[in-house]
């Protein structure tokens, strides 16, 4: 009898797990493939047949004959959404360096690596292959590691080492394996055994070395935010916008078969013609734009293809350009994704009366219904592109908070109206928005208080109120009508027309209050920079929840309540966690089992219980 009720305890602990489990069929993920990062020439037998993109929503491989594209994601095992880097083996094996560590898919078959197995940060922003087939990444704020394929294992190396700065931004490797690291601090030599930096002091443009290319000659070529600067060994030369560089800020840098230099900045790529036939009083310089067929004019990537054609990745797409030589003129084609999310960093989002979902951007708001997209930006109406907060009140009316005021968008959706420092708003940068159980209109500004529209008026409280602090990030309606105000010095509840602030001192996690929410029976959930605190204002009770306990991270960016009461949060770089109301313990997602990104910094969820998660990398789906 005790062997029959120890089995059925194991079975019933093996199917309580299998429920945890998430099946990634259960999350669906969209994003925008377009905003490009970087791109690489896949150097196999196809002869380049294959165009890879990296974007801040997966990993785009583009068929460059017949334009047709498939999109990777962390549902086929990349590590994250928002993809820095590509650099591709002389056997198709491709590496992504992501936020969340490095990919390699290799013969159909992922595998990531994390600073636990030795990386020295998670946060990748370039790779390059030795020409012994080394692999080195470099990351941000930690060095740069180079792994050692036969063991899988990593070593780096910092200042301490001789690296200018732990920012490495580019790597460029030159013919005689010789290391160039790009960094924030200036460029740094590595020769395998000594090391050797060099600055402005040196004749470097900038400190600030952004992009870094090799040329046949051996010259290195370094695009900074002050130009372009050259080095063939013994002497530097900057170039800037005065000698014909469209920016002075260089994204990228390419040289094609003809030997003529292309710098990616945000204002257009330029070409540099340099060679002995070609006076050096000359027309070297000359710019495109999207005047002459370029798709956005911020270029992040350019790779030259093996049959001579310039590949350029923006933040709306690539561009190809092939010049047409018998007629001494160019085609310009482009290439874009199908996807109509407007912008991958999504901060906010909220779901109408009618089920559709409204996300707030960097790019303006994307709406997403039945299947369909939408888009509204400034052209529309709306007060600025970068929207912070959406709420959707009672009456189906949405409030957006922008860093130029906040607009309004009726039922109807047709109507706009927007409330600035004009209309009386004491500033324009409104964090965040909510309406309460009254109809009050609450605004949370970035640094003069939260404004209060009551009817048709506007009332201003502030520090000097009884407000904890004039930056509010969160504002939640509870359900007696009263108002929290998350803010960086504490939580403030507003009830009957004074302010009581809560702050470590009473049980709070952290002052930092990044996010609110309020449960069926009146609970308060407060994420901070310290773990979520849960707040039981009738019994007085503070608890607080941290990675101790199962969450992700413990900073708390969002909160989002079921209606039987389970706490969803987004976290800062750990994901989201799940908390059903039993025991200490939460259940965290990460980009492993399906999640976009794992900054999430806004959750909804609809009606029948999907949820809906806003991150740097995109929006995802969980069934």
């Known amino acids: 009898m005790l062997k029959k009720q120890l089995v059925l305890w194991l079975v019933l602990l093996l199917a309580l797990g299998a429920c945890e489990k998430l099946s990634k069929k259960e999350w669906t993920i969209y994003s925008n493939g377009n905003q490009v990062t970087a791109l690489a020439v896949e150097a196999s037998d196809s002869q380049g047949e294959y165009l890879w993109a990296a974007t801040s929503g997966g990993v785009v491989r583009w068929n460059k004959g017949t334009g047709e594209y498939v999109k990777y994601t962390p549902l086929d095992g990349l590590a994250s959404n928002r993809v820095a880097c590509i650099a591709i083996e002389s056997d198709g094996t491709k590496w992504f360096g992501t936020v969340s560590g490095v990919s390699r898919l290799q013969d159909e078959e992922w595998r990531t690596f994390t600073v636990e197995d030795g990386l020295a940060s998670n946060m990748v922003q370039t790779i390059a292959i030795g020409i012994d087939g080394s692999k080195w990444f470099g990351t941000y704020g930690s060095g740069v590691s180079l792994l050692d394929s036969k063991t899988n294992s990593f070593t780096t190396y910092t200042t301490a080492d001789g690296l200018a700065s732990n920012d490495v931004r580019c790597i460029a490797i030159d013919k005689k394996g010789v290391k160039w690291f790009g960094t924030s601090r200036g460029v740094s030599r590595f020769d395998g055994s000594s090391w050797k930096s060099y600055t402005t002091t040196d004749g470097l443009a900038s400190n600030q070395v952004l992009c870094m290319a090799i040329d046949t000659d051996g010259v290195v070529w370094c695009g900074t935010t002050g130009g372009v600067s050259r080095f063939d060994g013994t ?38 013609e340099s060679h002995p036939g070609l006076s050096a009083q000359g027309p070297n310089w000359t710019t495109y734009t999207t005047a002459d067929g370029l798709v956005h004019n911020d270029v992040r990537s350019i790779v030259v293809d093996s049959e001579g054609n310039i590949w350029f990745g923006t933040s709306a797409g690539i561009s190809r350009f092939s010049e047409l030589t018998s007629a001494h003129s160019s085609n310009w084609t482009t290439f874009i994704t199908a996807d109509s999310l407007v912008s991958n960093r999504v901060l906010s989002v909220a779901i109408d009366a009618e089920g559709k979902k409204w996300f707030g951007t960097y790019g303006g708001v994307s709406t997403f219904d039945k299947g369909r997209w939408r888009t509204y930006t400034q052209a529309d109406g709306l007060a600025s592109n970068f929207v912070q907060s959406i709420f959707i009140d009672s009456k189906d009316v949405k409030w957006i908070a922008t860093d130029n005021g906040v607009s309004v968008l009726d039922k109807s959706e047709r109507q706009w109206r927007t409330f600035t420092d004009v209309d009386g708003l004491p500033q324009n940068k409104i964090l965040s928005v909510a309406v309460d159980l009254r109809g009050i209109r609450w605004f949370g500004t970035s640094d003069m208080g939260v404004t209060a529209l009551i009817g048709r008026k506007l009332k201003i409280f502030t520090a000097g109120h009884g407000l904890a602090s004039n930056r509010v990030w969160a504002i939640a309606a509870d359900i007696d009508s009263s108002v929290w105000f998350g803010t960086t010095a504490g939580v403030s509840h507003f009830e009957d027309g004074n302010f009581t602030t809560y702050t470590t001192a009473d049980g709070l996690a952290a002052n930092r209050v990044w996010a609110i929410a309020v449960d069926s029976k009146g609970n308060k959930w407060f994420g901070t920079d310290a773990g979520v605190t849960r707040f039981n204002s009738q019994q007085g009770s503070w608890t607080t929840y941290t990675t101790a306990n199962g969450l992700g991270a413990n900073g708390i960016l969002s909160i989002a309540i079921e209606s039987n009461d389970v706490v969803w949060v987004g976290t800062y770089g750990g994901g989201v966690s799940r908390f059903n109301g039993h025991g200490d313990r939460w259940k965290t997602y990460t980009t492993a089992d399906g999640l976009a990104d794992n900054w999430v910094p806004a959750i909804a969820i609809d009606s029948d219980g999907t949820k809906w998660f806003a991150t740097y990398g995109g929006v995802s789906k969980l069934k």
Do not use: E, Q
């Not at 000698?243 to 540099?272: C, E, H, N, P």
């Open 235 to 272: 002497n530097w030369v900057t170039y800037t916008t005065s000698d014909g560089l469209a920016s002075d800020t260089v994204w990228s840098i390419a040289a094609d078969k003809d030997g003529r230099k292309w710098f990616g900045t945000y204002r257009g790529v330029s070409r540099f």
